[in-house]
């Protein structure tokens, strides 16, 4: 493999992409999932495009004359596949655009393995939240109806807030969409990890359909869910459903905390997001904690000792 590594950087670097999507399929098809993306990281395949560049294409996407962009039965915005995507559009965007489509199909390998299983419809469960001093833990749970090709889609930690913002419009296009949260009273009196847990049951049971099949970001299961479910290890970089519940989960609590942050002014909940900051706990020392903290949370706990912590699982 090393000579064929050797191979792929010198036909790379002199342009000879199809060269090397050949060989790239014969030598890795048998790989996991993981192993094919830092491979082809590796050797410079995919080259993550630009965050404006992805910007720029929904942008354009979504100026097209209204009959392409509308559902045919319903006022509302209808999801583009890659092949409806102008000519003009594809050529204008060049190389980055097959590239994301590459990385995004890698992506769906998970998924793509149970689909042709006869599973139906299937599950991607993330959270955001567990740091935070201040704040609700927010779940997400997506169904998409097989491959969706949203550019720039991955883990929400990877994307800038502008692009998150679009890629949450998007996603919401295209897929079967559900939030669950659990509030700061229930993480003091049931810990983080189990209100973590329930703010993913609540996503899940919230969805409009039943999935054959979840995956969940993380190294456990959701307790309490009639349903097959593979947690997956940094799963919102691995699995499409996982990456998209992420974003969702993301914007979902971000938008939540600029709420707070007229709500209850002077802690600058717009700018940290309830994390552990020094500016949040300067302000939590001057002026004490407010209804939203986290009181089984350091340094609130020690300010304003908690009830007794129950546990959820």
């Known amino acids: 493999m090393s000579k064929t590594f050797v191979t792929i950087h010198r036909e790379v670097r002199r342009g000879r992409r199809n060269f090397f999507s050949l060989v790239i399929l014969r030598e890795l098809r048998d790989l996991c999932v993981e192993k094919q993306i830092n491979l082809y990281r590796k050797v410079g395949y995919i080259k993550l495009a ?50 994301e489509h590459d990385r995004l199909k890698v992506m769906f390998e998970a998924e793509k393995e149970v689909l042709n299983s006869g599973v139906r419809f299937i599950a991607g469960v993330d959270e955001v939240g567990r740091g935070p001093l201040a704040g609700s833990v927010v779940a997400c749970a997506v169904v998409f109806d097989g491959f969706r090709f949203l550019p720039g889609l991955n883990d929400s930690k990877k994307i800038k807030e502008d692009l998150r913002e679009i890629l949450f ?60 479910q593979q947690p997956v290890i940094k799963g919102d970089g691995k699995v499409l459903s996982i990456a ?32 552990c900051t020094k500016k949040h706990v300067d302000a939590v020392m001057k002026l004490g904690p407010c209804p939203i903290h986290r009181k089984s949370f350091e340094p609130i706990k020690s300010m304003d000792s908690p009830g007794e912590q129950l546990s959820f699982i």
């Open 50 to 99: 630009r965050t404006k560049d992805i910007i720029n294409f929904y942008r354009q996407i979504n100026n097209m004359p209204s009959s392409a962009v509308k559902s045919p039965d319903s006022d509302s915005e209808k999801y583009i596949t890659y092949n409806e995507i102008p000519r003009e559009i594809v050529e204008l965007h060049g190389a980055w655009l097959q590239s």
């Open 169 to 228: 419009d998007e996603i919401y296009k295209c897929a079967h969409v559900s939030t669950g949260h659990a509030d700061p009273g229930e993480i003091d009196r049931i810990n983080i990890h189990s209100a973590a847990l329930l703010a993913m049951r609540r996503a899940i049971e919230g969805l409009p359909i039943k999935p054959g099949m979840i995956f969940v970001d993380g190294r456990f299961t959701v307790p309490g869910i009639d349903c097959p």
């Open 244 to 275: 998209a519940a992420s974003v969702i989960a993301k914007v979902t609590r971000d938008r939540r905390m600029y709420e707070y942050d007229k709500e209850y002014p002077g802690y600058s909940f717009s700018s940290h997001k309830g994390y």
